[in-house]
C-alpha cells in the first residue's frame, strides 16, 4: 500500500529538479540575449572603433587635407565641407561596393564613337603649344594641371588643356569619386590624370613608340582624358611629385567604374577601359 505514495514522491522530487534546470538554463540565454542586443545596438550606432587606416582626425583641417590655402579655394569658389564631411558618420557605417560586373563589356565605347562626340564638342586639332594658345587666350581652352579634385601626372606626350566642357566632366567624376569613396569608408584619394590633349605633333612622336597610337586620336579635340585605375594620389595635404601613389588597390577601382558607370549611363561621357594602357579613356558627350 505505501508503493502509490513513493512514486508520488519521486514523481514530486523529478519534477522540482526539472523545473531548477529549466529556469537556469532560461537565466543563462536571456543574458546572452541581452547581451547580442547590446552588441548590436552599439554597432549601429558607431560606438565601436574602426580601423585606423581608414579613420579620421575630428580635428583636422579639410583645407590642410587636400592642400590648399583658404585663399585658393575661395578663388576656386570651392567649399570643401561639401566635399569631404569629416564630421559624417558615414565612415562607421559604410555603403557596400557594387562596382561593375566587367571592366571590359560596360566600357566599352571604341575610337569611332568618341571621335565624333570629339569632334561634335571639342576644337580643331592643333599642330603645336603655339596653335594651342590662341584656343586659350580665347578661354576654348582651360588649364587643368592644378585642382583640388585630382593629380595630373607627369605629362609626355600631351598638355593639360580640355575645353570647359570637358573639364567641367572631369570635375564632376573626381568629386564624385571622392564622395563615394568616403560613403564607402575608404579613405579619400584623388583620381590620377595620365593623358590630356595632345597636338598633331605629339601624336607622332607618340607612334614612334607606340605602333597602337592612332593619328586621329580623340585626344587632339581637348574632349578626352585617361584617367588612371590603378593608382591614386592619398589626400594629405603635402603633394609632391615624389609622394608614393597608392597603387593596384582593386575596392577604389570598383568605386571609380561605379562613378563612370552612372555618368555613362546618363550620357555625359563616352568611356573605353584599357587594359594595357591601365586607365579609363573618355570623351565628353
Request: charged share 25%; net charge negative.
Amino acid at each position: 500500500m505505501d508503493k502509490p505514495k513513493r512514486s508520488k514522491r519521486k514523481f514530486m522530487v523529478v519534477f522540482g529538479v526539472t523545473m531548477i534546470l529549466l529556469a537556469i538554463i532560461r537565466h543563462t540565454f536571456a543574458i546572452d540575449t541581452t547581451r547580442h542586443k547590446e552588441h548590436t545596438n552599439e554597432l549601429a550606432e558607431g560606438q565601436y572603433d574602426r580601423d585606423e587606416t581608414t579613420a579620421f582626425d575630428d580635428e583636422l583641417n579639410p583645407l590642410d587635407t587636400i592642400g590648399i590655402t583658404p585663399e585658393e579655394a575661395n578663388r576656386l569658389k570651392f567649399d570643401v565641407t561639401e566635399c569631404y564631411d569629416f564630421t559624417n558618420d558615414t565612415l562607421n557605417r559604410p555603403h557596400r561596393i557594387k562596382g561593375v560586373w566587367s571592366f571590359d563589356k560596360c566600357f566599352h565605347d571604341l575610337n569611332d564613337v568618341q571621335l565624333l562626340a570629339a569632334q561634335a564638342n571639342g576644337i580643331p586639332p592643333v599642330a603645336n603649344m603655339e596653335e594651342a594658345k590662341g584656343y586659350i587666350a580665347a578661354h576654348k581652352l582651360v588649364d587643368i594641371s592644378h585642382s583640388p579634385y585630382y593629380v595630373v601626372d607627369g605629362l609626355t606626350h600631351s598638355m593639360p588643356y580640355l575645353v570647359p566642357k570637358a573639364q567641367q566632366l572631369v570635375n564632376t567624376i573626381c568629386l564624385n569619386f571622392i564622395d563615394s569613396l568616403q560613403m564607402k569608408g575608404i579613405m579619400p584619394h584623388l583620381p590620377v590624370i595620365t593623358s590630356v590633349l595632345r597636338t598633331t605633333d605629339d601624336v607622332r612622336k607618340l607612334q614612334k613608340g607606340n605602333g597602337n597610337a592612332t593619328t586621329n586620336s580623340c585626344h587632339c579635340y581637348g574632349t578626352t582624358v585617361d584617367i588612371s585605375y590603378n593608382r591614386f594620389m592619398p589626400i594629405t595635404g603635402k603633394h609632391t611629385s615624389s609622394m608614393p601613389l597608392t597603387r593596384m588597390d582593386y575596392d577604389m577601382k570598383q568605386v571609380l567604374s561605379e562613378v563612370l558607370y552612372d555618368l555613362r549611363e546618363q550620357e555625359k561621357c563616352y568611356v573605353k577601359y584599357e587594359l594595357k594602357q591601365g586607365c579609363y579613356h573618355l570623351t565628353v558627350r
